[in-house]
């Protein structure tokens, strides 16, 4: 909570206290807007849009957790995407089963000890929260200030209903807004089974990036951090040079051994792809770091759909040391977009 607590107060510096206790509530009650049906729901998306001016100024989406994301309209407008499948996946996120009050309150205490951290006073958020407990904390509103600051119009949706294509989408918004040399290292790092490889495919796809997989240097050689930083750092990272080629050893797990992976050419965007690519050892040489979450839910489904000889491990093994990784090495802090 407390990540994303930060992001927020770096991206919403005038948010009163109101405005952290929307966040709180739609972290544990999600969708509240109560239609009966998606037809209504599609009816409101599109009376609502029909009155914005399309554009770019903010992120595609914005994530609150690893389970939902606000998706901002004007963006979602000025990409001509589809409104009907966020309608959908709205609706369905309506539908989900959330922790609510418990969990609220306990993301409301998170809050308090964040904000009396920031200047705010703790007898003002006391006299809030008492006041809105005594209205059986119903749905809140953003603030006024928010409002005319911020002017924000979005649909809360599922983390885990985000296409591939509207992860890169902002991706690429993020990148051009991005001041490059003439080579900018993109770490990908994040959760196991969270969309890594599908977006950095989309990248090389769509700008001619160039992917060095992390799992090429996971030789076992480092426990905690699960990849051999020492050797990426002496055998790509500083040897990456645009337009020249490249060669490095590739682990392979299977055989234990090495095998030679030849580049012809270096991209101008190059994307090192994986968990453990932004881990401190190796972050001087990246100019950007993108963290991809997943709920945990959607996470076991995927690695039991796409790996279920090696589920159990992946539950035992690799996701703990991977979240222990994540936690130590304060990955969501330092990456500078939130996928």
């Known amino acids: ?13 005038h948010s009163e206290i109101q405005d952290y206790v929307k966040l709180a509530y739609q972290m544990s009650y999600g969708v509240t807007h109560f239609f009966t049906n998606s037809e209504d729901s599609l009816h409101f998306l599109k009376l609502e849009t029909s009155q914005m001016e399309p554009h770019s100024d903010k992120f595609l989406y914005e994530c609150l957790n690893d389970n939902l994301v606000r998706v901002n309209l004007r963006p979602y407008l000025a990409h001509h995407l589809d409104l009907e499948e966020l309608n959908a996946n709205f609706y369905q996120t309506s539908l989900l089963e959330m922790p609510k009050l418990s969990y609220f309150l306990d993301l409301a205490k998170e809050s308090k000890s964040f ?8 007898a003002e958020f006391d006299e809030f929260m008492k006041d809105y407990k005594d209205r059986d904390y119903p749905p809140v509103h953003h603030t006024k200030t928010y409002t005319e600051c911020y002017h924000p119009a979005y649909r809360l949706i599922s983390r885990d209903r985000l296409s591939p ?19 900018t290292v993109i770490a990908f790092d994040g959760k196991c ?5 599908s977006v950095a495919q989309l990248l090389a796809n769509e700008l001619g990036a160039t992917i060095i997989p992390a799992d090429d240097f996971m030789d076992g050689s480092d426990a905690e951090i699960g990849i051999n930083s020492k050797r990426l750092i002496n ?10 080629p490249l060669s490095y050893g590739r682990y392979d797990c299977s055989t234990k051994k090495m095998e030679t992976i030849k ?3 270096v991209g101008n965007w190059v994307i090192l792809e994986g968990a453990y690519s932004a881990n401190s050892a190796i972050r001087k040489y990246l100019n950007l770091i993108a963290y991809f979450g997943i709920s945990d839910a959607e996470q076991t489904a995927r ?37």
């Open 1 to 13: 909570m407390r990540n994303f607590l930060e992001r927020f107060y770096e991206l919403y510096p």
């Open 115 to 122: 904000l009396l951290n920031h200047g705010f006073k703790e």
């Open 165 to 183: 294509q509207i992860k890169s989408l902002k991706i690429m918004d993020f990148l051009e807004s991005f001041k490059k040399g003439p080579m």
């Open 193 to 197: 089974a969270s969309g890594k490889s």
């Open 235 to 244: 055998d790509v990272l500083t040897k990456l040079q645009p337009e020249k």
């Open 263 to 265: 580049i012809p050419k």
């Open 303 to 339: 690695l039991k759909k796409r790996s279920p000889e090696n589920f159990e491990d992946f539950q035992n093994k690799w996701i703990p040391r991977e979240n222990r990784y994540l936690e130590k090495e304060q990955i969501v802090l330092h990456a500078d977009i939130w996928i």
